[in-house]
């Protein structure tokens, strides 16, 4: 079956960095785009990045372009978010999500949660 | 950026009731549009996609429709189970933006 597994959350100084990874498993990883999501305590969803199947083609939210970097390496069926310069805004639990152009999100992980605090 | 507003932001209802939620884009979106329900401290589930195409595995209480701007979910006979909040999405461009969320509480 279909599993995401997000690690890397935790507790960061505003300024700070953080490398969230997500481990495929239970599907061809590398024929499908992924997504990042976020959700800060309370709110509502918010989209964050997508990378097409090859990582070719990569998509920002303007709340995070230019801080954040989505990549995946198919060899490790890994899909990652690299996020600097955090501000407390930022703070929320974060989702890999599967899905591919004009599709919707069929699969998504557990969450892992980033605290941007001092 | 296409911006996706829901209706209503919360709504009470009993087991048995039918309930519609609504969801309007800002700009046409054709057909990309989905919904999603989640429950407290869990991932969202897709529970629709492409405006009236049920993902497999949810129940056929469940149905969507619309096109263009202005979109519905309905659920025919709520089930305590259905309690929840719900997201509409437009998968058209990117950013890929979310409604604000319905919250259906129980009556």
């Not at chain 1, 230019?66 to 805004?89: C, H, P, V, W």
């Not at chain 2, 129940?59 to 096109?67: E, K």
């Amino acid at each position: 079956q279909v599993q995401l597994v997000e690690s890397g959350g935790g507790v960061v100084q505003p300024g700070g960095s953080l490398r969230l990874s997500c481990a495929a498993s239970g599907f061809t990883f590398s024929s499908y785009g992924m997504h990042w999501v976020r959700q800060a305590p309370g709110k509502g969803l918010e989209w964050v990045a997508f990378i097409r199947f090859d990582g070719n083609n990569k998509y920002y939210a303007d709340s995070v372009k230019g801080r954040f970097t989505i990549s995946r390496d198919n060899s490790k069926n890994t899909l990652y978010l690299q996020m600097n310069s955090l501000r407390a805004e930022d703070t929320a639990v974060y989702y890999c999500a599967k899905g591919d152009y004009g599709s919707g999100h069929d699969y998504w992980g557990q969450g892992t949660l980033v605290t941007v605090s001092s | 950026d296409i911006q996706m507003t829901q209706s209503p932001s919360s709504l009470s209802a009993s087991v048995g009731d039918r309930v519609t939620i609504t969801c309007r884009a800002s700009q046409s979106i054709s057909s990309y549009l989905n919904w999603y329900q989640q429950k407290p401290g869990k991932a969202p589930k897709l529970l629709i996609y492409a405006a009236s195409s049920l993902q497999s595995g949810v129940p056929s209480r469940f149905s969507g429709s619309g096109s263009g701007t202005d979109f519905t979910l309905t659920i025919s006979s709520l089930q305590p189970e259905d309690f929840a909040t719900y997201y509409c999405q437009q998968s058209y461009s990117t950013p890929r933006t979310f409604g604000q969320g319905t919250r259906l509480e129980i009556k």
